[in-house]
């Protein structure tokens, strides 16, 4: 297939190893990735915040990217940014009173999906070969959980990634507390929040925690690096990109990682 | 213009320009709309006496020839007991035994607040239980009385036939007169309010038994 | 002000609106989220009623087809509500009750002031009503010369204690047993002086308070859960008790009911009395619940008024969206599973109507005037984490209305002067945001922010107004390449032909984007990553 990657602003600009991750992940899979290079951001910010007029030409400029471009379906390695693909462009289409964009937003977001939406409702696969010998714990984040409701795909996929020791999060469903600009607006009600997700994960005594959103994990693995937890956020497509060929993944310091560290590190093939 | 004129003019005027765009899809009714166990069968009448037993009121199982030896060991030490003007012979019988006080409250000699309050127990009738909640639901019956009778005193004491115990809270609304006096029973009364912790037995009567009569 | 063993009582000062506080939200949930007692006692609270609730519904195989048929049966209603409203009142007159309609709070507390002083009562029993605590019903009684005893122990609580409400269904939350029996001690005079702080000895105190009320109250007044349009029917939910002692001893029922309170049928009763105490209290069934339809001769109240109360509910009527929030059944279901609502408590939305319908009500009730409007920040206490709607037994969905309210707060500022901080912010976000060539112009700049995490790659303070961040979080170094700049200096464009880019070379193009994004990191040359162990925090 031919998929283009919505990239994300947040994995293009602070965690890019995400989205390469998410396209070594596809093409070793056998497909096409495509990077419709003018894509920007999908709105969501502007949009939970309440700025409408200004979320129209951020949305207006992603559909016109995506929609000239050729290809069989897009991905989003986000549940957030697809949330918003999926249940609110057409909204701020709407705002616009474009009835044209509307249509084009509506017809987009029928081809856009979520990783593990992509892996295993569209390619049907939930086995990709991937190798991560860790103790994983996985916290679904709350668009993915209930506004995409992806349900078990993304731990159906982390079940069959090798080495890994997969356990439960305490408390999985609670929210983390990020909720975009609210961490910012509502810092000690997100910091509460946080407190408790982070003691549900450090209960599991896990090395890493996973999550299928870059925004959540920057929350969440900010925390634990200001505490000095030890334990450290890797993306879903980040795990499921690993693999044995490419040497074992090693983890880096404890303290937060600096940004490049969120791609899978290796030691160079032949050194 | 009157304040109901202004009222009933604004709401309309609100209704109309919050209209939906679509019209609403007819009102899906898709869940059960009754049980599926009869009147009076054994699974109904197993599962009422379950929910009973699980909120703390006690139950007895009597037939009809039994009834008045039951109503008469439900009253237990109760020595002044209250009956609605409808009771039936056999019940108002069982009251007396052990020389207890009888008062039937009829109108025009119905006792007062305080009155009631002087008094120990209470037996009435009922108009339908429902066996999935445990729920006993009263309207008002000449064998049910008002509905001041049935709250004041601390012993209550419910006989309920079984045919009258159907499955599920559909099937129990059917059968009861909306405009009548409806008062609906699931356990004694109770509160959470302090801590969460739950502390029965708070203003209606702290003990409710029933007397199930085939 | 008395303070009893340390522990203070709190007084509030002079209320003043039941539907907007003298805070913003999160000044007021910044304090709250520092309030121990609080914590640990909603924590608690929500958490089991959480698992009752997850309990009793789970037993219900049909719940989702429940909740189906409530949220049309509601739309329904909201769609023909002025019909309804005259199909109520014309039945609750043909059974000798009278009705009364009330366009806003005053007008409805001076129409229940009136009908008491007819009765030459001064003194009435309540039972437990959020209509009459959002028109601030004891308040204006009392400035009247009319005392309103609450009877419900949570009220009774709040009202000894000279507080206000934190939650719909257990008001009295924010309470720990000690408290309440240092309020009974300092206010109920007849509290048994050797009260302890057992909630089995609070609640029999409480009982013997209240019980010479209800044996000698004439007047009573009430909200109702439900109103039957077809029958004239109204309906009482409660557990105490103390509802029914209200509603049948007293010779005259006032009764106050919201006018979305309506269902058109008798009938619907069997899907909300299922919904209902399921999802509010964790229960099958609530302990009791009264049905009356205006006089019955012999039995109970021989004079019966229902205030028919709008107070606002026409603005939501009057928005398709923002109808739904009167929907709302008043389960509190939401407030349960709110993380919010279980951190900020109630207090800090400054409303009767707090937590996630709380935070969709308020605004619509009272209007959101600009951003000097502590109200405006209501929209804003959620993550949009979408709890609330799963919970929700007649389905509102609160995140998109959250949504919906947040654009309209952002609206009233528009055309008013400068704009603040966050618009300016969004408004710079947004140019940048719909054109690529400024997106990654900001990326570039954005990577000054390299020097911010110095060699440790990470930044541990923001400048205002990202400084809410920095408090208790880090924040990772911008990487030295961006994912675009990465695609088209690695990648590039075009097919990549499948098996010539093994997960090595893939995996090295990673490494070499983060090992050239690690200033000093040792060894960068052979692909190790990250600063090394031990390296300064």
């Known amino acids: ?271 | 213009m009157s304040s109901r004129d202004t009222m009933l003019r604004r709401i309309r005027t609100a209704v109309a320009k919050g209209a939906p765009s679509e019209p609403p899809p007819p009102v899906p009714r898709e869940y059960h709309r009754s049980g599926e166990h009869a009147a009076g069968s054994d699974h109904v009448v197993e599962l009422v006496i379950d929910r009973l037993l699980d909120y703390k009121a006690e139950v007895t199982v009597v037939e009809r020839a039994g009834l008045a030896a039951a109503v008469d060991i439900a009253l237990g030490s109760a020595s002044s007991v209250v009956v609605p003007p409808g009771v039936a012979e056999d019940v108002r019988s069982g009251c007396h035994t052990g020389g207890r006080t009888v008062v039937v409250d009829t109108d025009p000699a119905t006792l007062s607040a305080t009155e009631l309050d002087a008094v120990d127990a209470v037996v009435v009738g009922s108009t339908v239980a429902i066996a999935v909640t445990g729920t006993i639901v009263l309207s008002g019956r000449p064998d049910e009385g008002r509905r001041a009778i049935s709250l004041v005193p601390d012993l209550l004491v419910v006989v309920l036939p079984v045919d009258r115990i159907v499955e599920t809270v559909p099937d129990g609304l059917a059968l009861l007169t909306p405009t009548a006096p409806l008062t609906m029973i699931s356990g004694p009364s109770a509160t959470s309010d302090i801590e969460l912790s739950r502390v029965e037995g708070v203003h209606g009567p702290r003990t409710l038994r029933v007397v199930i009569v085939r | 002000m008395t303070t009893f063993l340390g522990v203070p009582i709190r007084r509030s000062t002079e209320p003043e609106n039941p539907l907007r506080g003298r805070e913003t939200f999160p000044v007021a949930a910044k304090r709250a989220v520092g309030d121990t007692q609080l914590r640990r006692n909603l924590g608690r609270a929500t958490a089991t009623i959480r698992a009752k609730r997850a309990a009793m519904v789970s037993e219900v195989d049909d719940w989702e087809a429940l909740r189906d048929t409530a949220s049309a049966v509601k739309a329904d209603v909201m769609a023909r509500l002025p019909e309804l409203l005259e199909q109520l009142e014309a039945a609750v007159i043909a059974r000798g009750g009278k009705v009364h309609w009330a366009n806003d709070a005053l007008e409805a507390n001076r129409i229940v002031t009136a009908l008491i002083k007819a009765t030459g009562a001064d003194e009435v029993v309540k039972v437990k009503s959020m209509a009459t605590q959002e028109i601030g019903l004891n308040e204006y009684l009392e400035e009247h010369g009319i005392a309103a005893i609450e009877t419900d122990l949570a009220e009774l609580i709040v009202q000894l204690g000279h507080d206000k409400p934190s939650h719909i269904l257990v008001p009295a939350i924010h309470r720990g047993r000690a408290e309440i029996r240092e309020i009974f001690l300092a206010e109920m005079a007849d509290a048994p002086a050797d009260l302890t702080d057992e909630p089995r000895m609070l609640a029999m105190a409480a009982r013997a308070h209240l019980r010479r009320k209800f044996l000698s109250a004439r007047v009573a007044v009430s909200g109702a859960n439900f109103g039957i349009a077809e029958t004239g029917t109204l309906a009482v939910v409660e557990s105490e008790g103390n509802g029914r002692m209200c509603l049948t001893l007293p010779d005259t029922l006032i009764t106050v009911m919201g006018i979305e309170k309506l269902l058109p049928t008798f009938d619907d009763l069997e899907v909300f009395l299922q919904l209902l105490p399921r999802s509010s209290t964790g229960e099958r069934m609530n302990p009791y619940t009264s049905l009356w339809t205006g006089v019955t001769p012999g039995d109970g109240p021989q004079e019966f008024h229902l205030v028919l109360l709008d107070n606002g509910r026409t603005n939501a009527l009057a928005d398709e969206l923002g109808r739904t929030a009167l929907h709302c059944i008043r389960c509190s279901a939401c407030l349960n599973v709110c993380p919010v609502y279980e951190r900020a408590g109630g207090h800090a939305y400054g409303s009767v109507y707090p937590g996630p319908i709380g935070a969709v009500l308020t605004p619509q009730l009272t209007g959101m005037s600009g951003h000097d409007d502590v109200n405006s920040t209501l929209p804003y206490a959620s993550t949009l984490c979408g709890a609330c709607f799963d919970a929700c037994p007649v389905k509102i969905d609160i995140p998109t209305m959250l949504v919906e309210l947040r654009s309209r707060a952002v609206d009233a500022d528009r055309g008013h002067g400068l704009p603040g901080g966050w618009a300016a912010a969004m408004k710079a976000a947004s140019w940048v945001m719909s054109n690529e060539k400024r997106f990654a112009a900001a990326e570039t700049m954005s990577k000054a922010g390299r020097v911010l995490a110095g060699r440790k790659g990470r930044i541990s303070s923001l400048p205002f107004p990202l400084s809410g961040w920095s408090t208790s979080r880090d924040l990772p170094a911008p990487p030295q390449r961006t994912f675009r700049e990465w695609w088209r200096a690695e990648h590039g464009d075009g097919p990549r032909p499948t098996g010539t880019s093994t997960a090595a070379d893939a995996a090295a193009d990673a490494a070499a984007a983060g090992a050239a994004a690690t200033p000093g990191a040792a060894g960068a040359a052979a692909g190790t990553d990250g600063p090394a162990e031990g390296t300064d925090r």
Do not use: W
């Not at chain 1, 602003?9 to 995400?18: E, R």
């Open chain 1, 1 to 271: 297939m031919r998929i283009a990657l919505v990239a994300t602003c947040l994995a293009d600009a602070l965690f890019p190893g995400v989205a390469i991750a998410t396209t070594t992940l596809l093409e070793r899979l056998g497909h096409e990735v495509v990077f419709p290079a003018a894509q920007t951001c999908c709105g969501q910010m502007h949009i939970n915040t309440g700025y409408l007029d200004e979320a129209v030409p951020v949305v207006r400029h992603h559909v016109d990217v995506f929609d000239t471009a050729e290809f069989d379906v897009a991905v989003a390695p986000s549940g957030s940014c697809v949330g918003s693909i999926r249940h609110q462009h057409t909204m701020v289409a709407r705002r616009a009173h474009d009835q044209v964009l509307e249509k084009r937003a509506k017809t987009l977001a029928a081809r856009t999906f979520e990783l593990s939406e992509l892996l295993v409702d569209v390619l049907g696969v939930t086995d990709v070969d991937a190798y991560f010998p860790h103790r994983v714990t996985y916290h679904p984040t709350c668009h993915s959980l209930r506004m995409l409701r992806v349900g078990d795909k993304p731990l159906a996929l982390l079940r069959n990634v090798g080495g890994i020791d997969l356990v439960e999060l305490p408390g999985a469903d609670q929210c983390c507390g990020f909720g975009g600009t609210f961490a910012l607006k509502n810092p000690e009600v997100s910091t509460a929040m946080l407190a408790d997700k982070m003691s549900d994960i450090l209960s599991t005594g896990a090395e890493v925690c996973s999550a299928g959103d870059s925004s959540c994990l920057m929350h969440i693995g900010g925390g634990l690096s200001r505490l000095r937890t030890g334990v450290r956020t890797v993306h879903l497509a980040e795990i499921l990109a690993a693999t044995r060929t490419a040497g074992p993944v090693r983890p880096v310091g404890a303290i937060h990682p600096s940004a490049g560290a969120s791609a899978p590190t290796t030691t160079k093939v032949g050194s």
